[in-house]
């Protein structure tokens, strides 16, 4: 099940429109369909691991950076000895999804949610640590701080700021709305900063040639609003956040276009990738 990207009645993974309101539904290709980790327990754990993680490594290259540049961090892995780290990590998982099982305590949603929060893990810490000279744009080491962490126990407006690093961004990145000129949030609120009265606002980025707020992106505790130029508003709830990837130096969110600049494209692609694991 999905929930409408603009009124969040509940519909069937596969609608095209929402039924209440009429919204179109962004579609899921066949592929992401089973994009989540499947393990079957009847054969051996640990080497099903190591080839969905080079699988899930690939996907992450492929979405978030450059799929040229799958090879390169691929080969990164021996030299590195991250192949060790992920071996001994993944004998551990195994044993621990054995004894899972044996108490009784394994759903399949739940070992695919392990299996996932996993390869998160290892791929966040790999992708930072160990080749940061092939990253296109530095990814922040305080992203690793937010592993195993339940979303109940983050302050969003902090995981936001760690994500992103916007004091390191040329962009003009408004997170006091009280000190955002009121001409600039009146245009934003009419382009296309239109939340809820209730739900908060994190930050609000001018993105507009002019300066005059009426293109860029705000991030709010429920989602991410935006416009592009020459573009329709956009709204990606966290709650439906189906598929995020990198087109060459812009990125696409539920189908949609999105460009705040290479950095803060790259950056922002593993902020909703976790918010997505999260909100799941």
């Known amino acids: 099940m999905k929930k409408c990207i603009r009124c969040q009645?509940?519909?069937?993974?596969?609608?095209?429109?929402?039924?209440?309101c009429g919204a179109p539904q962004p579609e899921l290709e066949a592929t992401q369909r089973s994009s989540v980790p499947s393990i079957d327990l009847d054969l051996e754990i640990e080497p099903q691991l190591t080839e969905k993680f080079f699988l899930a490594l690939k996907d992450r290259i492929e979405r978030e950076h450059r799929p040229e540049q799958f090879t390169a961090y691929s080969e990164r892995?021996?030299?590195?000895?991250?192949?060790?780290?992920?071996?001994r990590r993944f004998a551990q998982s195994a044993d621990r999804?054995?004894?899972?099982?044996?108490?009784?305590?394994?759903?399949?949603?739940?070992?695919?949610w392990f299996v996932e929060d996993l390869f998160e893990e290892l791929l966040d810490f790999y992708i930072i640590r160990y080749?940061?000279?092939l990253n296109e744009v530095e990814l922040p080491e305080a992203i690793l701080k937010y592993q195993n962490i339940p979303?109940?126990?983050?302050?969003l407006f902090q995981v936001v700021k760690d994500f992103?690093?916007?004091?390191?961004?040329?962009?003009?990145?408004?997170?006091?709305?009280?000190?955002?000129?009121?001409?600039?949030?009146?245009?934003?609120?009419?382009?296309f900063l239109f939340p809820p009265r209730d739900e908060k606002i994190l930050l609000v980025s001018d993105q507009s040639l002019l300066g005059n707020g009426k293109e860029g992106f705000?991030?709010?505790?429920r989602g991410l609003y935006w416009k592009a130029p020459f573009q329709k508003s956009q709204i990606a709830l966290f709650t439906n956040l189906v598929d995020i990837r990198r087109k060459g130096d812009w990125i696409e969110i539920n189908g949609h276009f999105f460009n705040a600049g290479l950095s803060l494209n790259v950056k922002m692609l593993r902020l909703l990738g976790r918010l997505k694991m999260w909100h799941r």
């Open 218 to 221: 705000a991030i709010t505790a």
């Open 77 to 87: 892995m021996y030299p590195s000895g991250f192949r060790d780290v992920i071996a």
């Open 97 to 112: 999804l054995r004894n899972m099982e044996s108490l009784g305590m394994l759903e399949t949603s739940q070992l695919n």
């Open 131 to 133: 080749c940061k000279d």
């Open 9 to 20: 009645v509940v519909l069937s993974v596969d609608a095209r429109f929402c039924s209440n």
């Open 164 to 191: 992103l690093q916007f004091d390191h961004e040329p962009e003009k990145i408004y997170t006091d709305l009280l000190q955002m000129p009121l001409a600039k949030l009146k245009n934003a609120s009419q382009a």
């Open 151 to 155: 979303l109940s126990e983050i302050n």
